[in-house]
């Protein structure tokens, strides 16, 4: 099992830019596939971005494409979605999640940190 903690959450201006950062520990952080996801107020969470074991692949939500990046540090045990010309409607919790090798579905989570983008 793996124990996430996201941190770098904050207040930004439409246009700006955000890094969030996820430290993982508990268990081998190579062998799990990383993901961040968000839920903004009334909304079901959603995939953002994903990242595999080491980091040549990832992957996007379209409306965020072309606008973040998932990167990770395996030496550091730390996964970064850094967030460009950030919107209004990127506003909302996100969310550090773990997939193990082999399994399905995230199975570990973060507590969440708060992204709010003002107008």
């Known amino acids: 099992q793996m124990h996430l903690e996201e941190s770098g959450g904050g207040l930004v201006q439409v246009g700006g830019s955000l890094r969030v950062s996820c430290a993982a520990s508990?268990?081998?952080?190579?062998?799990?596939?990383m993901g961040w996801f968000r839920q903004a107020p009334g909304k079901e969470r959603e995939f953002v971005a994903g990242i595999s074991f080491h980091g040549g692949i990832a992957t996007y939500a379209d409306s965020v494409k072309g606008r973040f990046t998932i990167s990770r540090d395996n030496a550091k045990n730390t996964v970064i979605l850094q967030m460009n010309s950030l919107k209004v409607d990127d506003t909302a919790l996100y969310y550090c999640?773990?997939?193990?090798?082999?399994?399905?579905?995230?199975?570990?989570w973060g507590q969440g940190t708060q992204v709010t983008v003002s107008s």
């Open positions: 508990g268990d081998t952080f190579n062998a799990y596939y």
């Open positions: 999640a773990a997939r193990r090798l082999g399994v399905e579905t995230y199975g570990d």
